[in-house]
């Protein structure tokens, strides 16, 4: 878990980063921020209340970790705070230069030194890279004499942190362990902050570890059930059900147990040890058979397992229990298929 509520920002730079594909400048600013107390508590919830998420990363390189430059700016600020500056100008040139895509939004860097952050029950120090890309309108309102004057005027929202890093100071020999916050970009242009600039690939932890095993199953469910067996829609989101509360009501998983209680019948328990092996050869990675569950990663992964039926744009059955209450026919008449839905009393 992280925590920051002791935690305090010990020093700050900013820059001003342009996108360098249409030709916008870089401004170096010359000194740190100087900051009063009142807009130093404002900076910790712009910085800090993004990540709320327990998905962390680390730092990677396809040749040498220390050939990533983010990593190594925070190496060389963790050995010696005072190099902030410095490293904060390695760090908004590297930017820049990633900054290849049209659509990449201009914004500002800050780079900040931060003291005494706790990660899993350790104390340790953090280093922090935040992009701020929006500017949102507010008014300001101010008395002349008798009267009240309102103004418009455009500022960064304190609670909608655009892309955030927090780069902790632990496990340093397997690339520190890292949060990403990216709240702005969804297309490719969104590569460039953690795969061009940060350079972070996901940790194998039990947030991890959770998150493929459920992955897992999503795909099986979806995709392999339908071709083996005769499945309707409505016994496929039964069995999704089914898997995420499993996840749910126990707090390690077991993959023998997972199968016996989700899959129930041999042969379909049979497919799904079959499928995790092409699973894991596919896609590169292996699931555990046993590990202790993340419960933030069931709520992250469980938002994308449907337990609704979507028919043309007409209806959504959403499936919450007995699948065998609900029946799939098809009319010769119409030519069209039709659900039947059993039930005692509407609520």
Same mark, same amino acid.
């Given at each position: 878990?992280?925590?920051?509520?002791?935690?305090?920002?010990?020093?700050?730079?900013?820059?001003?980063?342009?996108?360098?594909?249409?030709?916008?400048?870089?401004?170096?600013?010359?000194?740190?921020?100087?900051?009063?107390?009142?807009?130093?508590?404002?900076? $910790?919830?712009?910085?800090?209340?993004?990540?709320?998420?327990?998905?962390?990363?680390?730092?990677?390189?396809?040749?040498?970790?220390?050939?990533?430059?983010?990593?190594?700016?925070?190496?060389?600020?963790? &050995?010696?705070?005072?190099?902030?500056?410095?490293?904060?100008? @390695?760090?908004?040139?590297?930017?820049?230069?990633?900054?290849?895509?049209?659509?990449?939004?201009?914004?500002?860097?800050?780079? @900040?030194?931060?003291?005494?952050?706790?990660?899993? /029950?350790?104390?340790?120090?953090?280093? /922090?890279?935040?992009?701020?890309?929006?500017?949102?309108?507010?008014?300001?309102?101010?008395?002349?004499?008798?009267?009240?004057?309102?103004?418009?005027?455009?500022?960064?929202?304190?609670? *909608?942190?655009?892309?955030?890093?927090?780069?902790?100071? #632990?496990?340093?020999?397997?690339?520190?362990?890292?949060?990403?916050?990216? !709240? #702005? !970009?969804?297309?490719?242009?969104?590569?460039?902050?953690?795969?061009?600039?940060? /350079?972070?690939?996901?940790?194998?932890?039990?947030?991890?570890?959770?998150?493929?095993?459920?992955?897992?199953?999503?795909?099986?469910? *979806?995709?392999?059930?339908?071709?083996?067996?005769?499945?309707? $829609?409505?016994?496929?989101?039964?069995?999704?059900?089914?898997?995420?509360?499993?996840? *749910?009501?126990?707090?390690?998983?077991?993959?023998?147990?997972?199968?016996?209680?989700?899959?129930?019948?041999?042969?379909?328990?049979?497919?799904?040890?079959?499928?995790?092996?092409?699973?894991?050869?596919?896609? /590169?990675?292996?699931?555990?058979?046993?590990?202790?569950?993340?419960?933030?990663?069931?709520?992250?992964?469980?938002?994308?397992?449907?337990?609704?039926?979507?028919?043309?744009?007409?209806?959504?059955?959403?499936?919450?229990?007995?699948?065998?209450?609900? *029946?799939?026919?098809? &009319?010769?008449?119409?030519?069209?298929?039709?659900?039947?839905?059993?039930?005692?009393?509407?609520?």
């Amino acid at each position: 878990m992280i925590h920051t509520e002791a935690s305090s920002i010990h020093s700050v730079v900013l820059h001003a980063v342009g996108n360098k594909h249409n030709e916008e400048p870089l401004t170096l600013a010359h000194l740190p921020l100087s900051i009063s107390e009142s807009v130093n508590e404002m900076l $910790r919830t712009y910085f800090f209340s993004s990540f709320k998420e327990n998905e962390t990363f680390h730092f990677y390189h396809e040749e040498e970790i220390t050939q990533n430059k983010v990593y190594e700016s925070a190496s060389v600020i963790f &050995d010696n705070p005072e190099a902030l500056y410095h490293q904060s100008l @390695v760090l908004a040139k590297h930017l820049y230069d990633q900054c290849k895509h049209p659509k990449i939004k201009a914004g500002e860097l800050y780079t @900040v030194f931060i003291k005494d952050c706790v990660w899993e /029950g350790e104390l340790v120090d953090a280093v /922090g890279l935040f992009k701020a890309e929006t500017k949102d309108a507010f008014l300001k309102v101010h008395q002349q004499g008798d009267n009240f004057v309102i103004e418009s005027d455009k500022g960064i929202n304190i609670n *909608k942190l655009d892309k955030g890093c927090l780069i902790f100071n #632990t496990e340093r020999e397997r690339g520190y362990v890292v949060a990403v916050v990216d !709240n #702005t !970009n969804k297309g490719l242009e969104a590569q460039y902050w953690m795969d061009d600039f940060l /350079g972070v690939q996901q940790r194998k932890d039990i947030f991890y570890d959770t998150q493929t095993a459920l992955n897992l199953c999503k795909d099986f469910v *979806k995709n392999k059930l339908p071709e083996q067996f005769e499945v309707n $829609r409505a016994e496929q989101v039964e069995i999704l059900n089914k898997s995420v509360r499993f996840f *749910k009501e126990n707090e390690n998983f077991d993959m023998q147990e997972f199968a016996k209680e989700v899959m129930v019948q041999p042969e379909v328990i049979e497919s799904f040890h079959s499928f995790k092996e092409e699973f894991e050869t596919e896609e /590169g990675i292996e699931v555990k058979e046993r590990f202790p569950i993340s419960e933030n990663a069931v709520k992250k992964q469980t938002k994308n397992f449907r337990s609704v039926i979507k028919l043309d744009k007409n209806f959504h059955i959403y499936v919450h229990g007995n699948p065998h209450l609900i *029946k799939k026919g098809f &009319d010769e008449e119409s030519g069209m298929n039709f659900y039947q839905v059993f039930f005692k009393e509407e609520l």
